[in-house]
T-cell receptor, first 113, second 113 residues
Framework: GQQLNQSPQSMFIQEGEDVSMNCTSS?????WLWYKQEPGEGPVLLIALYKAGELTSNGRLTAQFGITRKDSFLNISASIPSDVGIYFCAGHDSGGSNYKLTFGKGTLLTVNP | DTAVSQTPKYLVTQMGNDKSIKCEQNLGHDTMYWYKQDSKKFLKIMFS???????INETVPNRFSPKSPDKAHLNLHINSLELGDSAVYFC????????????FGQGTRLTVV
């Protein structure tokens, strides 16, 4: 089935630095979603994108739906220790079911205070 | 006030046993899901239900049988548990329709020994 290529796999950064991660697919996606998962918890939705070119912010987080509809990125500015976790991209493949959300393999973010 | 709640949070059992995981959502959503997260943190959909009807069965062994008694509940029963079933299982829900985001429960960590 469709898989999303998410990079980088992991990042080690200093508090205060900006972070960027992205996700690409081989097919067109109708939605792009970004989730954060902390240890022992379920994924929590951060940002949802519905239109090509859409740029959306949520506090220090900014995400964009790529113009080609085959990619998305997430930026975190001025990182803080509580940003630690696994960040997942996800989306609905335009050629697949709307009841199926496909996930990337995640980016593990570590922030050193 | 938990939106999507699943029980138990931890489940340790022997090979060959039968076990169930329960899920309830109080968001008024029509669609519910079961996802499996493996040891590498990869999230993969197992089942989707919409208004109690099975929509997606993502080539899951028939030892796994979901049951939705009503729109707010989606339980997962697993027969003849195998070592490879060890994983974290997440229940999620979303509003019916196209391009909507899913909200996840806290997960059930299943360990088969």
């Amino acid at each position: 089935g469709q898989q999303l290529n998410q990079s980088p796999q992991s990042m080690f950064i200093q508090e205060g630095e900006d972070v960027s991660m992205n996700c690409t697919s081989s097919s067109i996606f109708n939605t792009w979603l970004w989730y954060k998962q902390e240890p022992g918890e379920g994924p929590v939705l951060l940002i949802a994108l519905y239109k090509a070119g859409e740029l959306t912010s949520n506090g220090r987080l900014t995400a964009q739906f790529g113009i080609t509809r085959k990619d998305s990125f997430l930026n975190i500015s001025a990182s803080i220790p509580s940003d630690v976790g696994i960040y997942f991209c996800a989306g609905h493949d335009s050629g697949g079911s709307n009841y199926k959300l496909t996930f990337g393999k995640g980016t593990l973010l570590t922030v050193n205070p | 006030d938990t939106a999507v709640s699943q029980t138990p949070k931890y489940l340790v059992t022997q090979m060959g046993n039968d076990k169930s995981i329960k899920c309830e959502q109080n968001l008024g959503h029509d669609t519910m899901y079961w996802y499996k997260q493996d040891s590498k943190k990869f999230l993969k959909i197992m089942f989707s239900y919409n208004n109690k009807e099975l929509i997606i069965n993502e080539t899951v062994p028939n030892r796994f049988s979901p049951k939705s008694p009503d729109k707010a509940h989606l339980n997962l029963h697993i027969n003849s548990l195998e070592l490879g079933d060890s994983a974290v299982y997440f229940c999620a829900s979303s509003r019916q329709g196209v391009l909507t985001e899913a909200f996840f429960g806290q997960g059930t960590r299943l360990t088969v020994v």
